[in-house]
């Protein structure tokens, strides 16, 4: 079956340094890679998305790496800011019709120390 | 900025009683979407809707759910019989078209004691 799944459930850095969120997924036929946000209380927020014909996609102060041939996916956040505390899920889809739903991991909590 | 609104944020409810949640998704958005959150665990996709039907759903959503868009602005998620287990966070979200971002609700916490 298609699983969307995260290697750690917590990570703690510094103000200002790099952080990078691992994913793991198994659905070879998703589309799309996409990196979630999910503030105490919110919803969850879009970041970035990867198309699955690429490897790397930057954004402002985040860039996702995706390895199709370990079925990896990683989000890189540069200078990394207190803002930036929360827990952190990938997500799958396939974005092939009108249901394209997303299949989403299990988050990482991302704890940023001043 | 536009977005997905929901209400209410919080709902307590007898366990059998039915519970209406409310949406409204960004205006100019044609796919409309309802996930659920159980505390501390992945956001799970219930149902999908598009042109006025169901586009797909999950084995969550069973006879108990149900959805409608019965206006031009709002989208809810109905569940008839509500159980223990329904207790989580309900998400809205909605996209302009197939292949755009998905915009998420703020939820609606639903808790049946």
């Known amino acids: 079956g298609e699983s969307v799944g995260l290697h750690l459930p917590t990570l703690s850095v510094q103000e200002g340094d790099n952080s990078i969120i691992n994913c793991a997924y198994s659905?070879?036929?998703?589309?799309?890679f996409i990196w979630y946000k999910q503030e105490s209380g919110k919803g969850p927020q879009f970041i970035i998305d990867?198309?699955?014909?690429?490897d790397k996609r930057q954004g402002q102060r985040v860039t996702v790496l995706l390895n199709k041939t370990v079925k990896h996916l990683s989000l890189q956040i540069a200078a990394t800011q207190p803002g930036d505390s929360a827990v952190y899920f990938c997500?799958?889809?396939?974005?092939?019709?009108?249901?394209?739903?997303?299949?989403f991991g299990t988050g990482t909590q991302l704890k940023v120390e001043l | 900025e536009p977005e997905v609104t929901q209400t209410p944020s919080h709902q307590v409810t007898q366990m059998g009683q039915e519970v209406i949640l409310r949406c409204v998704p960004i205006?100019?958005?044609?796919?409309f979407y309802w996930y659920r959150q159980i505390l501390g665990q992945k956001v799970e996709f219930l149902v999908s809707f598009y042109n006025n039907e169901i586009s797909e759903k999950s084995e969550i959503f069973d006879d108990q759910f149900s959805v409608e868009r019965p206006d031009g602005s709002n989208f809810t998620l109905k569940i008839r019989s509500t159980k223990l287990e329904d207790s989580a966070m309900y998400f809205c979200?909605?996209?302009?078209?197939?292949?755009?971002?998905?915009?998420f609700g703020q939820g609606t916490r639903l808790t049946v004691v």
């Open positions: 990867i198309r699955s014909n690429m």
């Open positions: 979200a909605s996209r302009y078209q197939g292949n755009t971002e998905a915009f």
């Open positions: 205006s100019n958005h044609l796919y």
């Open positions: 997500a799958e889809e396939a974005r092939t019709g009108g249901g394209n739903k997303l299949t």
């Open positions: 659905n070879s036929a998703s589309d799309y």
